[in-house]
Every structure is written in structure tokens, then in C-alpha cells.
């Protein structure tokens, strides 16, 4: 029903930057969270950055002052801007809504970053 559409994700050289994009088919101000995850190869899904409606803001330990989460809500739009990249960022990255008890997400973007 919701659709999510990320985008930006791409190759970049370790301490560059990236932002990612989601853009929602409905204004996102409904939503009450949205957030990023990523999930690795071999690895588990993990919550990167999360905005709770009323602008609280939290963060994975290993993100925190290197990313940042972010919305437009004229273009329904959320954002995660991404600094000082690691490799051990490269991960597909997904976008997350939720409304009350439903669940929504994007199909992924894949962030790769070289060293």
C-alpha cells in the first residue's frame, strides 16, 4: 500500500560521503518512525538511524556523528547523509515506515565502500 523508493547509494572511497534518499508515495508526516537499516553479507539486519515523530532522533553506536537522518517533508522524502564512510558500511540499505501496527519497506539501495 505505502511504497518506498531509495536511491543514492553507489561506490565510494573510504572518508567520502554519500546521502540516501527515500521517498515515500504519501506524506510523511503520517508516518510515527522512520529509519534506515542495513544488512551485510552474512550478517544481521541492524537499525542504522531512526526519527520518531515529534523530531526525536537515535542512532546506532557505531554511526553516531557520521551520519544523519533527515526529511523534506514537501517531497516526502527522507534522507540519511553518510560521512567519513568505512568499509565496514557496505551494507544494502533500507528504508523504514511505520504507522501504528504496519509495517512498510523499500527494496534497497547498495552502498559499497573501497579502501
Excluded: H
Excluded at 546521502?19 to 503520517?30: E, G, N, P, T
Excluded at 564512510?85 to 573501497?114: H, M, R
Amino acid at each position: 500500500q505505502v511504497q518506498l523508493v531509495e536511491s543514492g547509494g553507489g561506490l565510494v572511497q573510504a572518508g567520502g560521503s554519500l546521502r540516501l534518499s527515500c521517498a515515500a508515495s504519501r506524506s510523511i508526516f503520517s508516518f510515527n518512525v522512520m529509519g534506515w537499516y542495513r544488512q551485510a553479507p552474512g550478517k544481521q539486519r541492524e537499525l542504522v538511524a531512526a526519527s520518531i515523530s515529534g523530531g526525536r532522533t537515535n542512532y546506532a553506536d557505531s554511526v553516531k556523528g557520521r551520519f544523519t537522518i533527515s526529511a523534506d517533508n514537501a517531497k516526502n522524502t527522507v534522507y540519511l547523509q553518510m560521512n567519513s564512510l568505512k568499509p565496514e558500511d557496505t551494507a544494502i540499505y533500507y528504508c523504514n515506515a511505520k504507522i501504528f501496527v504496519s509495517d512498510y519497506w523499500g527494496q534497497g539501495t547498495q552502498v559499497t565502500v573501497s579502501s
